[in-house]
Nanobody, 127 residues
Framework: QVQLVESGGGLVQAGGSLRLSCAAS????????MGWFRQAPGKEREFVVG????????SYADSVKGRFTISRDNAKNTVYLQMNSLKPEDTAVYYC????????????????????WGQGTQVTVSS
C-alpha cells in the first residue's frame, strides 16, 4: 500500500510562486510513476503533469507548460511541483497521484490509471 501526503499549498498573489511536495510511504517509490492533478470548484479534476519512475520523462498540460516544473527525489520518496507565474485560474485543490503502471504520454493524464491519491492541498491565487 502506498500513502501520499501533499504539502506546500497556500495563498499567493498572481505572478507569485509556490512549491508543492508529495511524500510517499514505503520502499517502492522508485517504481512509481507520479502525477499531479487539480480540481477547481465546480469543475472536473484535470491533469497537470506526470513524471516517469526515473524522472527522465515528463508530460505537462498545455495550461501549465513553461510555468510549472515537476521533479522527484527517489532517495527522499518525494515528488515536487514548482509553480511559477501563478494565475488566478490555477486556483484549485492539487492532488498527488501514483501508479505502478507504465504510462506513455498518450495516457499519462488519465486519472483512472492512477491507483493511489493524496488528500489534496489547496492553492489559491489572488488577482
Amino acid at each position: 500500500q502506498v500513502q501520499l501526503v501533499e504539502s506546500g499549498g497556500g495563498l499567493v498573489q498572481a505572478g507569485g510562486s509556490l512549491r508543492l511536495s508529495c511524500a510517499a510511504s514505503g520502499s517502492t517509490f522508485s517504481i512509481l510513476a507520479m502525477g499531479w492533478f487539480r480540481q477547481a470548484p465546480g469543475k472536473e479534476r484535470e491533469f497537470v503533469v506526470g513524471i516517469s519512475r526515473s524522472g527522465g520523462s515528463t508530460s505537462y498540460a498545455d495550461s501549465v507548460k513553461g510555468r510549472f516544473t515537476i521533479s522527484r527525489d527517489n532517495a527522499k520518496n518525494t515528488v515536487y511541483l514548482q509553480m511559477n507565474s501563478l494565475k488566478p485560474e490555477d486556483t484549485a485543490v492539487y492532488y498527488c497521484a501514483a501508479t505502478f503502471k507504465t504510462l506513455n504520454k498518450v495516457v499519462v493524464g488519465t486519472a483512472l490509471l492512477y491507483n493511489y491519491w493524496g488528500q489534496g492541498t489547496q492553492v489559491t491565487v489572488s488577482s
